[in-house]
């Protein structure tokens, strides 16, 4: 779903502001390697690093090239992409190093440029936030290309609450217009994110049934095996609920709850996502379960170290890396089924998943025996949508069986490439599709679910349950989804197609 296309005899101009750090190196850089590899933008597309880091393009080279995993028979082919690659030094705050980097893009764009072409230019902020105030101030002043587009793509975190996301959306409307920014959410590039709509609104078998006559409960699960492993300064400034929860999680809640918009286009599945976080109330600490993980003695490894002992972490830390929440959505489709939101750190496995679980079967005829069904959606790893069902049990027995219909993507397209959400979403940047985006009213409606519950854990040092690193979790919070009606029957479990 794009609003625009590309013109092959145009120059696009990828500047990535933080070439030098993490994110570019681990994800940015194989993602503008991968758009190359595959030939989905122009060859005229180049791609400029600017940071602070004191680096020739050979230095930024070596850093990158062992995350781009090249084969043998792409040399040539990579030998190409690094000739489109070039690195600008310079400070984030002073207006003449932004200067500079305005006159090496137009030199850079003059050398490579046709006759009569328009130049555009995407800026990436792979930045802290501490410093997008003054970067894109003078991006604004300085660098804007004045014949072509501008766009700007901003990394999460948007904010830490209401006031603060509020602060940086008012600063950046007073510089873009609203379809020049891009709040990058990769989650909303996953396949099967991406699938949610196609899968509700292009099946006639779903419309039906997709309300509270026949919705139980819908639980999404985000679950890592490991912990913060060193980076604990950081996470320990956001937790797990400003993470996770309040975008990732609420993203794919938007779209399982929204109603089918107008048409496909990036205005009207915003305008129908936004319906959904108006229809919603903020959330409540009585209806939520924080959790914090400590060491397993029984376990190997980083096992054995709980959140404390990463030294990164301050001293008597109370951030929950794990939050279990139960919101309803106030609409005629939804009134009183229970959404719960789960996320978490240090877990049993590494998973994120949609599970839309079905009231029981009025009128039972089989003693009791009857599951209920549950739409289940992977969204990683092995991406995947099941069933839960019942069957007869084979034989001569006339005993119902649980059972599934599976539709596991490794399975059914063996021989198809699953692109890296990145590379789909920057790829969106470049035709100017906002569909999979977050738009400020959309960012300052979420902010609003979550601002008061955050605030209340950070004033009243609200102390989180102690769980071990390897389980699922405190037991609380699956109390949580019992209390509200959602049944967990453990009776099947799926595994990957051709696993014995």
Same mark, same amino acid.
């Given at each position: 779903m794009t609003d625009s296309t590309l013109n092959e005899k145009d120059t696009y101009l990828c500047i990535v502001l933080g070439a030098s750090g993490d994110l570019a190196k681990k994800k940015i850089y194989p993602t503008l390697w991968h758009l190359v590899r595959h030939n989905l933008t122009p060859k005229s597309t180049l791609f400029v690093g600017y940071a602070r880091s004191d680096l020739t393009l050979a230095n930024l080279r070596e850093k990158v090239e062992p995350y781009l995993k090249a084969t043998e028979s792409e040399k040539e082919l990579l030998e190409e992409f690094f000739g489109r690659c070039f690195y600008v030094k310079g400070s984030y705050t002073d207006a003449h190093a932004f200067s500079n980097l305005d006159a090496e893009l137009?030199?850079?764009?003059?050398?490579?440029?046709?006759?009569?072409?328009?130049?555009?230019?995407?800026?990436?902020?792979?930045?802290?936030?501490?410093?997008?105030?003054?970067?894109?101030?003078?991006?604004?002043?300085?660098?804007?290309?004045?014949?072509?587009?501008?766009?700007?793509?901003?990394?999460?975190?948007?904010?830490?609450?209401?006031?603060?996301?509020?602060?940086?959306?008012?600063? &950046?409307?007073?510089?873009?217009?609203?379809?020049?920014?891009?709040?990058?959410?990769h989650y909303l590039g996953k396949e099967m994110v991406q699938n949610l709509l196609v899968l509700r609104f292009a099946n006639a078998i779903f419309g039906p049934v997709w309300n509270r006559n026949y919705v139980s409960a819908v639980i999404i699960s985000f679950k890592e095996p490991f912990g913060t492993q060193g980076r604990g300064g950081?996470?320990?400034?956001?937790?797990?609920?400003?993470?996770?929860?309040?975008?990732?999680?609420?993203?794919?809640?938007?779209?399982?709850?929204?109603?089918?918009?107008?048409?496909?286009?990036?205005?009207?599945?915003?305008?129908e996502k936004v319906k959904v976080l108006k229809s919603m109330d903020p959330l409540k600490l009585e209806n939520t379960v924080l959790g914090q993980y400590v060491g397993n003695p029984n376990g190997e490894g980083d096992a054995k170290q709980g959140y404390l002992d990463d030294p990164t972490v301050p001293k008597g830390s109370n951030t929950p890396t794990f939050a279990a929440a139960l919101t309803y959505i106030k609409t005629e489709r939804w009134d009183g089924v229970p959404f719960i939101l789960r996320c978490g750190k240090a877990l049993n496995e590494r998973k994120a998943?949609?599970?839309?679980?079905?009231?029981?079967?009025?009128?039972?005829?089989?003693?009791?025996?009857?599951?209920?069904?549950?739409?289940?959606?992977?969204?990683?790893?092995?991406?995947?949508?099941?069933?839960?069902?019942? &069957?007869?049990?084979?034989?001569?027995?006339?005993?119902?069986?649980?059972?599934?219909?599976?539709?596991?993507?490794?399975?059914?397209?063996?021989?198809?490439?699953?692109?890296?959400?990145?590379?789909?979403?920057?790829?969106?940047?470049?035709?100017?599709?906002?569909?999979?985006?977050?738009?400020?009213?959309?960012?300052?409606?979420a902010w609003r679910i979550f601002t008061p519950l955050l605030h209340q854990i950070?004033?009243?040092?609200?102390?989180?349950?102690?769980?071990?690193?390897?389980?699922?979790?405190?037991?609380?919070?699956?109390?949580?989804?019992s209390r509200v009606g959602y049944l967990y029957s453990g009776t099947y479990k799926w595994e990957q197609p051709g696993k014995l």
């Amino acid at each position: 779903m794009t609003d625009s296309t590309l013109n092959e005899k145009d120059t696009y101009l990828c500047i990535v502001l933080g070439a030098s750090g993490d994110l570019a190196k681990k994800k940015i850089y194989p993602t503008l390697w991968h758009l190359v590899r595959h030939n989905l933008t122009p060859k005229s597309t180049l791609f400029v690093g600017y940071a602070r880091s004191d680096l020739t393009l050979a230095n930024l080279r070596e850093k990158v090239e062992p995350y781009l995993k090249a084969t043998e028979s792409e040399k040539e082919l990579l030998e190409e992409f690094f000739g489109r690659c070039f690195y600008v030094k310079g400070s984030y705050t002073d207006a003449h190093a932004f200067s500079n980097l305005d006159a090496e893009l137009r030199s850079i764009a003059a050398k490579h440029r046709a006759p009569d072409a328009r130049v555009h230019r995407l800026f990436y902020l792979a930045l802290p936030p501490s410093v997008f105030a003054p970067v894109t101030s003078h991006i604004r002043a300085t660098c804007f290309s004045d014949q072509g587009w501008n766009r700007v793509i901003v990394e999460k975190p948007f904010g830490k609450d209401s006031a603060s996301s509020a602060e940086l959306s008012t600063h &950046l409307a007073g510089l873009f217009k609203e379809d020049e920014i891009y709040r990058i959410d990769h989650y909303l590039g996953k396949e099967m994110v991406q699938n949610l709509l196609v899968l509700r609104f292009a099946n006639a078998i779903f419309g039906p049934v997709w309300n509270r006559n026949y919705v139980s409960a819908v639980i999404i699960s985000f679950k890592e095996p490991f912990g913060t492993q060193g980076r604990g300064g950081y996470f320990d400034e956001f937790g797990i609920i400003r993470d996770v929860m309040q975008n990732h999680l609420l993203q794919i809640l938007c779209l399982i709850a929204m109603e089918k918009p107008c048409t496909a286009r990036s205005e009207d599945l915003r305008d129908e996502k936004v319906k959904v976080l108006k229809s919603m109330d903020p959330l409540k600490l009585e209806n939520t379960v924080l959790g914090q993980y400590v060491g397993n003695p029984n376990g190997e490894g980083d096992a054995k170290q709980g959140y404390l002992d990463d030294p990164t972490v301050p001293k008597g830390s109370n951030t929950p890396t794990f939050a279990a929440a139960l919101t309803y959505i106030k609409t005629e489709r939804w009134d009183g089924v229970p959404f719960i939101l789960r996320c978490g750190k240090a877990l049993n496995e590494r998973k994120a998943e949609i599970r839309i679980q079905f009231r029981d079967v009025p009128g039972d005829i089989f003693g009791g025996l009857a599951q209920r069904n549950e739409l289940v959606i992977r969204v990683q790893p092995n991406e995947a949508v099941y069933m839960k069902m019942m &069957l007869k049990k084979p034989g001569m027995s006339f005993a119902p069986e649980e059972s599934e219909l599976d539709l596991t993507y490794r399975a059914r397209y063996k021989d198809t490439r699953l692109p890296d959400a990145y590379e789909r979403l920057l790829l969106d940047v470049f035709y100017g599709s906002q569909s999979h985006f977050v738009r400020t009213d959309e960012l300052a409606e979420a902010w609003r679910i979550f601002t008061p519950l955050l605030h209340q854990i950070e004033k009243d040092k609200v102390e989180p349950i102690k769980y071990l690193y390897g389980s699922r979790g405190p037991k609380e919070s699956d109390e949580l989804c019992s209390r509200v009606g959602y049944l967990y029957s453990g009776t099947y479990k799926w595994e990957q197609p051709g696993k014995l």
